[in-house]
């Protein structure tokens, strides 16, 4: 049956294409895959390389250009003319292997060094796939290589901190240490055999398996601290207990941080632990002995005291019953020159007592300066007439001379001032038989600084004595003991009382032709203090008054009960302390004068009693009346409520002049003897 022509035409448009236009149409396909092959392979940083089945290269792509070479000058050159001599025989035989059908995933991708056209070595990583053939045979090889030298050098440099990170972990004598946060020990340095350990023995185990029980809760706590706070420096060390394997234990010292990743959550721990054993050895030891010297120091301090009570105690009696001996007017002469010796004798062991405290409060550092304002002309003139009578005693000259222009008032502490000087004139007198004594004084107004001169026409002194003449216990010569008498701790005494008031003491001297004793001390100019009331002539007539008298010593009540009674006072006495609680309870009283070291109950003891327990005389005024007189005892008298302190052996005019003070009804007001004083 035949076709219409125009069945025909519809036929022949719906036929298959001609073969000539499907190979037009594959050849416009191939030509714009090649040109987006070209665009690629000219603008990737990659290098794109074609290897053919003789090892030569058949493409590369201009990335090749970073490397300094053109791609034209490669192609038909051996591959291994780019590939570093170590990594050839690994790349051709690994190539060969692939060309005769072995898998390529054992040998890609892979890394090699290649060189460039300046003849450095760069780093590449390159993932190869296999290009077959017409015969469907491997015809060689196409890859995209990267330069990865930067990496590789990262990881070479991370590599070489690791080791040198290792080196010195392994090398260090502290410990590092790595836990997670569940506080297991993920890394432990070498150095962990002070524990007696080894690495392999302590990683994966608890960190708290090697410390003392007790401080488990302490590294809990440090770690829990670690984990929420905020990061801590170096100087945020620890102290724990750590167990020795097969007994004993060390201390060690550490710091710890916290490593987090970039999600903040914990990587570990580390720490650098320190063996500290012993140096808190040597802290226990420096406790102990800095326990012992304490104690040793109240030991003395306690010795002192009862030597002093000891001491003036009896003395109080001596001197106090000699004055009123020598005051009798019908003595015979012989009896008067028996009084005037006691006293004397009394006297000179009194000063050989106070200068052993002094010098023991100096040591103890219980000195405290209280300058005031003072007039430095009248304030040696003063001193130097309580000497006069020593030297004209001994027909002796006694000059004072002001040698530069002095201030009309400056700030020191006078009682100090004045026992400097005392102690120098007093020996310028005894050492001194025939001539006088000097004393010359000046003020160096550039450095505020008074300077006081002591000058005699005495034994002197040589060279070998003056180098010890300042020590405690010293003498210029054995036998000045013997003939002069002394303990030989005043001079070491003014040594510390001019160092503690800012300035120096040194000597002149020369044997048989007397000393120049002379000392300096810190004094700037000061006002005037204001003036201050004092205790008049009129005070010593005061009313009579009622006052308990508390002492264990009969002969002191005696000597208090003589000094007293003559004014009226009306006196109740007490052998103790408990005797003292039980007349206050009675009877009110003005006035109770307490002596401090008792046998049962003290002084101080029998004054809280009374502040405590008896009201009749809970606001009465309580005077210490006692031979302890270190700034330890002022203090507990003040901290027990008395109101005020005289020392023994008893002054007087400084008894007199305090019982008319604390005896007034205006006294009962606030006894303290910070207001006393």
């Excluded at 310028?428 to 026409?457: N, P, Q, S």
Aim: proline share 6%.
């Amino acid at each position: 049956m035949s076709q219409s022509s125009s069945d025909r035409g519809r036929g022949w448009l719906a036929a298959p294409r001609w073969p000539w236009t499907r190979r037009r149409v594959d050849q416009a396909e191939l030509e714009a895959a090649a040109r987006d092959f070209h665009v690629l392979t000219q603008h990737s940083r990659d290098i794109i390389l074609r290897v053919g089945r003789d090892r030569r290269i058949a493409f590369v792509s201009a990335g090749v250009r970073r490397f300094g070479y053109e791609p034209a000058e490669l192609i038909g050159r051996p591959v291994e003319d780019l590939v570093h001599p170590d990594d050839q025989e690994l790349l051709r035989a690994g190539f060969d292997a692939v060309m005769e059908g072995a898998p390529l995933s054992p040998y890609g991708p892979f890394e090699h060094r290649i060189r460039t056209a300046s003849g450095d070595w760069v780093w590449t990583e390159g993932a190869p796939q296999v290009v077959p053939g017409p015969d469907g045979k491997p015809a060689g090889v196409i890859t995209q290589m990267r330069d990865i030298t930067p990496r590789k050098r990262a990881r070479a440099a991370l590599a070489d901190s690791e080791v040198r990170y290792r080196l010195l972990a392994d090398r260090a004598t502290d410990i590092i240490l790595r836990i997670d946060a569940a506080g297991t020990i993920l890394y432990i340095s070498p150095a962990c055999r002070v524990l007696g350990y080894s690495a392999d023995e302590m990683i994966g185990r608890p960190a708290t398996d090697f410390l003392d029980p007790e401080h488990h809760a302490l590294a809990a706590e440090r770690t829990a601290d670690l984990l929420s706070g905020p990061p801590r420096g170096p100087d945020d060390r620890r102290e724990y207990h750590a167990l020795v394997k097969g007994g004993g234990s060390v201390w060690l010292e550490g710091a710890a941080s916290v490593n987090r990743d970039a999600a903040g959550q914990v990587i570990d721990i580390v720490s650098h632990l320190r063996d500290v054993t012993e140096r808190r050895t040597t802290e226990d030891e420096l406790r102990r002995k800095r326990a012992e010297a304490e104690a040793a120091t109240q030991a003395k301090s306690e010795f002192l005291a009862n030597m002093s009570h000891e001491i003036r105690t009896p003395l109080t009696g001596i001197l106090g019953f000699a004055g009123l001996l020598e005051a009798l007017a019908d003595l015979s002469p012989d009896a008067r020159t028996c009084a005037t010796r006691i006293a004397t004798a009394s006297r000179a062991l009194l000063a050989v007592v106070n200068d052993i405290l002094d010098f023991s409060k100096i040591e103890a550092g219980q000195v405290e300066l209280d300058p005031q304002p003072l007039d430095p002309a009248a304030f040696v003139v003063e001193t130097v007439e309580l000497v006069a009578l020593q030297a004209e005693a001994k027909r002796l000259t006694l000059a004072t001379v002001i040698e530069t222009p002095l201030p009309r008032w400056v700030a020191a502490d006078g009682p100090r001032l004045r026992q400097v000087l005392l102690n120098l004139l007093t020996n310028a007198v005894k050492f001194t038989e025939a001539g006088g004594v000097t004393v010359g004084v000046g003020y160096e107004a550039g450095g505020g600084r008074l300077r006081i001169r002591v000058t005699d026409t005495g034994i002197g002194i040589d060279a070998a004595g003056q180098a010890r003449l300042f020590q405690r216990f010293s003498q210029a010569d054995g036998s000045i003991s013997r003939q002069y008498g002394g303990a030989g701790l005043g001079l070491a005494i003014c040594k510390s009382l001019t160092g503690l008031m800012g300035g120096e003491i040194g000597v002149e001297s020369e044997a048989g032709r007397g000393s120049t004793f002379c000392f300096t001390i810190s004094a700037r100019p000061c006002e005037p203090a204001a003036a201050a009331a004092c205790e008049d002539e009129a005070a010593l007539e005061a009313r009579p008054a009622r006052i308990l008298v508390v002492d264990d010593s009969p002969v002191n009540r005696e000597l208090v009960g003589v000094l007293l009674g003559v004014f009226g006072h009306q006196l109740t006495e007490a052998p103790g302390g408990a005797e003292a609680v039980e007349a206050a309870a009675e009877s009110a009283f003005d006035l109770i004068l307490m002596d401090l070291q008792m046998p049962g109950m003290d002084g101080l003891a029998a004054t809280r009693a009374i502040r405590a327990r008896c009201p009749l005389n809970a606001a009465t005024p309580i005077v210490a009346l006692s031979a302890n007189i270190l700034p330890t005892h002022l203090q507990a008298c003040q901290e027990a409520g008395m109101a005020d302190h005289i020392g023994k052996p008893i002054d007087t005019r400084e008894l007199l002049t305090k019982v008319a003070r604390w005896s007034q009804p205006e006294a009962r007001a606030a006894p303290s003897i910070a207001a006393a004083a």
